[in-house]
């Protein structure tokens, strides 16, 4: 179970969870851990996902009970209650989540009794089991859905809204392009006429999360996460699940992306009209760049949604050739290690490229030495160093990114696609 | 060149008579005429009752509680015939990390260079013999505990306890920690008691310190809120555990312990059922 992994490419899974609700406006956590904790998991996933902070409460105004050697050996359930109170009287937000780090969870406080406490004085305060050693970031995120899913998802809708689709898959943060991500994919959704809750846009918050219950779809754009959390949503409230296998990049794949949704929702010539519009767009401007836009070798190392979209774009849209595709996200059940492959070697006539299972840096090196006639590597930060080692272009389109501040770039849909391009082909 | 001060950890299962054991010990190494200090490493903080007339004590971790800084020298009490009694106490029941709190008690007095200070021969550390976690395997890391003595009756889960205990010191053996000076063999009565305990022994390549019959004399002393050397010096039971303080005094060199895999102990437990049940149908 324990291996040394060398620069690790995910936060705990405390960081992830941070990282997740700090992505909703006018939400607060209240870090029930100690003071390195607290700081390490919120510079590390927010600054590290294209260099910016949360909007609405940043990592020095965190609520956080600094837990220390006394309150690990008495418990320190007292503390986080004085600490909950001073929160709600110093800070104005629509819900407060504890969130325990690892001390909290080994010594196993009952945060869950806190929260539960102040919310029969009418307070919105929650408790989330997030220590840290439960897993990565990617848990974190699954851990806090299933936290707003338990305690803000109204448990019981009066009534469903035909137009309603709730976007999952896209981690806050923890993919560096996040919000332009759920910005394109939003935008194509609301051509076909649907209204979508993505739950961290900016004209969203804990009133549309209560929502989510009404909607018709779950849409997940991701090939293996929240598998348990669609399931639970089905169960409660009958919504069914569609998943893509990735952020749909490029006009190929998100025609494919937008086709399925036209067809869970029966609006198939909504999706049509969207694609044919979408496409003469984009190819407008594909033509007139035409005369730049050569060839390349390339490898891809990220999270599995990155790599399978930034794979199949380049081999699919752009005729590259793909030699490495590296997933860097603890994917531990072999069913989704197997859709994640099928997603990266099933492409429309492109060799397949090889593929690796490692979030070690040493592994990722060594597997992309390998690759000496790659030129373009789409990866993180932690790979830039390589890349210049080599002399080959590089792109960041992964966390951990400390070298590029993004706002609303995107590597999705139509869009994203050219704005992608623009930087691959830059510097000319 | 200080003297080296003798530290002892005595191990054994919760209700075993450990306590009794170790306070009889510290009794008897006093009247010896030995320093002694006796540690309990037990969240029911009950370990030096008998020493101090049962009287109420602070443990270190009521101090931590209270104070922001703890003075080693506020939770060391004075029992009889001038014994260090201290005991490092536990968070609530069903909180905190009472571990954690052996940890944080133990260095404690090992950053206030207390036992130097206090020109010591000899502390004994009581613990919780089940050694749950890496907290109560703090007085037989590197630097503690130099032996470790276990006390144990031929009661199959005592044995059980025992056998634990000796994992946790073949675990830490090999980075300086404490090995196992013996087995003192409680509440021996009847024959086969002696015989199960000597072939634990035998299996598990360990020696029997001493065998320490089960007395009223213990009972009565306890009721009074002291310890047998104290209550009842000339007791045929305060003999045992003044040979067994002198024994403990002497002792030298330690071994590191064969416990046995839990199938085998529980093969080796089954056959001895037999036995008895054999044994039982003679009478």
Known sequence: M?????NPHANCSLGGANATLTAIKRVIPIYHSGPGCCLQTTAGEASQGGVRLPYYVQYTALPCTNMTEKDVVLGAVEKLDRHVEAALEILDADAFFILTGCTAGIIGD???????????????VYAVNSAGFLGESCLGYEIALKALLDNIVDPAPKKRNPKLVNLFGVIPFHDPYWEGNLEEITRLLNLMGLKVNTFFSHDQGVKEIKTASSAVLNIIVSPWLLKGFAAEFEKRFGIPSLRHRCVPLGATETETFLRSVGEALSLQDKAEKVISAEEKYFYRYLETGIGVQNWRRFS?????STVTAVTRFLANDMSFTPDGAIVTDAVFRPADRERITEALTKLTYSRPPEIFFTGDQWQINTALARFDQTMLLVASTNEHEFAMSRGLQFFVAAYPNSERLIYNRSLAGYRGALTFLEDIYSNL | MAKKIKQI??????GIGKSTTTSNISAALSTLGYKVM???CDPKSDSTNTLRGGNYMPTVLDSMREKSVVNAGDVIFRGFNGIYCVEAGGPAPGVGCAGRGIISAVELFRQQRVFEDLDLDIVLYDVLGDVVCGGFAMPIREGIAEHVFTVSSADFMAIYAANNLFKGILKYSSSGGAL????IANSINKPYAKEIIDDFAGRTETKILDYVPRSVTVTQSELQGKTTIEAAPASEQAKVYIRLAEKIAAHEKSEVPKPLEVGDLRAWASGWADKLLALQSDE
């Open chain 1, 2 to 6: 324990s291996e040394i992994v060398e």
């Open chain 1, 110 to 124: 009952d945060v869950q009794s806190v929260a539960k406490k102040y919310r029969e004085k009418g307070a919105p």
């Open chain 1, 300 to 304: 891809v190392v990220g999270d599995a």
């Open chain 2, 9 to 14: 950890a005595i191990y054994g299962k919760g």
């Open chain 2, 38 to 40: 006796q540690f309990g």
């Open chain 2, 180 to 183: 196992l000076g013996g087995i």
